[in-house]
């Protein structure tokens, strides 16, 4: 067979391979040399509060953080994820990651699904009077929740607010979540209303706050955390020169009343938007909890519930079990994945 020429952009990629292949290898190197040193701890649990780079910070059950290398074929460690590691000075190596119970993902750069975040077992979606809430978001973060088996737990922050129009509407608009069976929080960062069953809500759980930008995350998160955050950013600063500090996801420990109760968070801006890119209709579908009873059961198997005969789902909502705004949300979603 005639040997073929390489096009100037195939030699270009083979090189770009080449580089990154020598890059990894550069980063996996002083996992491996800490092993063979010797030097090591024994092999302990711990929990990855945060990710740098080639680098993580893992934390020990007796609360001692230590910053690690990871060993070479890993896979992706990330926050909240339960590791294997030895205690070194000043690095530690990471040896082995358990398996998830819970993952968020958020697509990199080249479009390719990344989890951002391990073991979380409750999202907190926020809404608010203001800015004005759409239930279609309400539900993607539904769904995201369901798909990965994740408690969701809506608050309605701003309370303060609820006796204006806005208020009322959003009241309007998150009485049917109840009915669903989602819990519902009625809080305020500004007064502190609800905190209390807030708290109580949180303790003994990983936990997210997602919603839209302006519904208050920052300040219940800030009224939850009065003196973590700084702490924890003078620890990051000192010990990680300076890189990804503002963007990676980071474990953060809530004490909740001064007795010993606690609860996680994990937070990072990449978290608070994570998205669905990743399911399938099928898998959407499923999201929707009052769906579940009806699918399966349409004439077609690939019914798209559009305006197919005999759609268990169209049955539904002519018989009142299925909301027409939950249907059509639906629609959305799938439809807003096809473009991708
Ligand atoms: P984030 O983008 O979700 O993190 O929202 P922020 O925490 O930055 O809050 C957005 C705006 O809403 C700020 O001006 C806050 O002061 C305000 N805000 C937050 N919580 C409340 C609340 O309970 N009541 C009222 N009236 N305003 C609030
Ligand atoms: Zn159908």
């Not at 996992?31 to 509060?49: F, K, M, N, R, T």
Request: proline fraction near 4%; aromatic fraction near 4%.
């Amino acid at each position: 067979m005639a040997k073929r020429k390489l096009t100037k952009n195939q030699q270009r990629r083979i090189r770009q391979i080449h580089a990154r292949h020598e890059k990894r290898a550069d980063q996996d190197q002083p996992a491996e040399e800490l092993l063979s040193g010797g030097d090591l701890g024994p092999e302990q649990s711990g929990v990855v509060i945060a990710r740098y780079g080639s680098q993580a910070d893992v934390e020990a059950p007796d609360g001692q953080i230590q910053r690690c290398f990871l060993r070479a074929n890993l896979g992706a460690v990330v926050t909240g994820d339960e590791v294997v590691w030895r205690n070194g000075d000043p690095n530690g190596v990471i040896i082995a990651s358990t398996e998830r119970r819970s993952a968020l993902y958020r697509p990199d750069n080249r479009g390719k699904m990344r989890p951002v975040a391990a073991n979380i077992d409750r999202i907190f979606i926020v809404v608010a009077p203001l800015p004005e809430p759409f239930a279609n978001l309400i539900d993607r973060y539904l769904v995201a929740a369901e798909n990965q088996h994740i408690e969701a737990v809506l608050v309605l922050n701003k309370s303060d607010l609820l006796n204006t129009d806005q208020g009322q509407s959003t009241e309007q608009l998150i009485a049917p979540y109840r009915e669903l069976g989602y819990p519902v929080l009625t809080v305020s960062a500004h007064n502190e209303s609800g905190l209390r069953e807030l708290r109580s809500e949180l303790k003994d759980h990983t936990s997210v706050f997602v919603g839209q930008s302006g519904v208050g995350k920052s300040s219940l998160i800030n009224a939850l955390l009065p003196d973590v955050d700084t702490a924890v950013g003078a620890l990051s600063e000192a010990t990680i020169k300076g890189t990804h500090t503002t963007t990676t996801a980071r474990l953060f420990h809530l004490e909740l009343d001064g007795r010993g109760n606690e609860g996680r968070l994990i937070d990072s801006p990449g978290i608070r938007e994570f998205g669905l890119w990743h399911l399938t209709a099928q898998e959407v579908a499923e999201g929707f909890v009052e769906f579940r009873n009806h699918l399966g059961h349409c004439r077609f198997r690939d019914c798209t519930h559009e305006a197919e005969p005999d759609c268990a789902l169209l049955a539904a909502v002519d018989e009142n079990k299925i909301s027409p705004a939950r249907l059509q949300s639906y629609r959305n979603i799938v439809q807003s994945l096809d473009m991708q």
